[in-house]
């Protein structure tokens, strides 16, 4: 099992400014690494697949970067809506594994 | 627009069989794709449950296996979890979604919360 590896576990960053969300997998997933967003009683939202490739009405603030077994979702500017919980995950392998997740909170 | 729906108990007690379904309207399940439960636990992180092939073939995460069966209705455009010996720790927000394979999750459906609990 390829076991996904978040950090930091909390973030804090004030509106308007980056954030930098890390992923580590235990081996090589080549590119096949996608990000979700998660609001409080919501299901995740994807947004990126093949690392850095945005799903469809992701706003481009929103990036994906890396390959093999790091991985970086940056959030150039982060808007209200922005704050959140997001997960990594791999899908080239079986089973298919999650990050334990990174909560953006309000500095 | 592809959606997905849970339904099933929300209360299920120790030792008894969890069995769920996830309705799929906006796509027929027999066109293709991969159709998958995944589950979080309160408060907790996502754990991929198995998902399973339009054709009927399945993968289930080793770690949960001897007692996970997901199946397919093609009849009725749905697909089935059904988790046996449930405890405590099996209490989770239960999602069905769908993926291509090599591909991410990309439809969810709401999520349905399942209470382990006598």
């Known amino acids: 099992e390829i076991v996904m590896t978040q950090s930091p576990a909390t973030l804090s960053v004030s509106p308007g400014e980056r954030a930098t969300l890390s992923c580590r997998a235990s081996q090589s997933v080549s590119s096949n690494l996608a990000w979700y967003q998660q609001k409080p009683g919501q299901a995740p939202r994807l947004l990126i697949y093949?690392?850095?490739i945005r799903a469809t009405g992701i706003p481009a603030r929103f990036s994906g970067s890396g390959s093999g077994t790091e991985f970086t979702l940056t959030i150039s500017s982060l808007q209200s809506e922005d704050f959140a919980v997001y997960y990594c995950?791999?899908?080239?392998?079986?089973?298919?594994?999650f990050g334990g997740g990174t909560k953006v909170e309000i500095k | 627009q592809v959606q997905l729906q849970e339904s099933g108990p929300g209360l299920v007690k120790p030792s008894e069989t969890l069995s769920l379904t996830c309705a799929v309207s906006?796509?027929?399940?027999?066109?293709?794709?991969?159709w998958g439960w995944i589950r979080q636990p309160p408060g907790k992180g996502l754990e991929w449950i198995g998902s399973i092939y339009h054709s009927g073939s399945t993968y289930y995460n080793p770690s949960l296996k001897s007692r996970v069966t997901i199946s397919v209705d093609t009849s009725k455009n749905q697909f089935s979890l059904k988790l046996s010996s449930v405890t405590a720790a099996d209490t989770a927000v239960y999602y069905c979604?769908?993926?291509?394979?090599?591909?991410?999750?990309?439809?969810w459906g709401q999520g349905t919360l399942v209470t382990v609990s006598s």
């Open positions: 979604a769908r993926h291509a394979g090599g591909s991410p999750f990309d439809y």
């Open positions: 906006g796509y027929f399940i027999s066109s293709g794709y991969y």
């Open positions: 995950h791999q899908y080239n392998n079986w089973p298919l594994t």
């Open positions: 093949g690392a850095f």
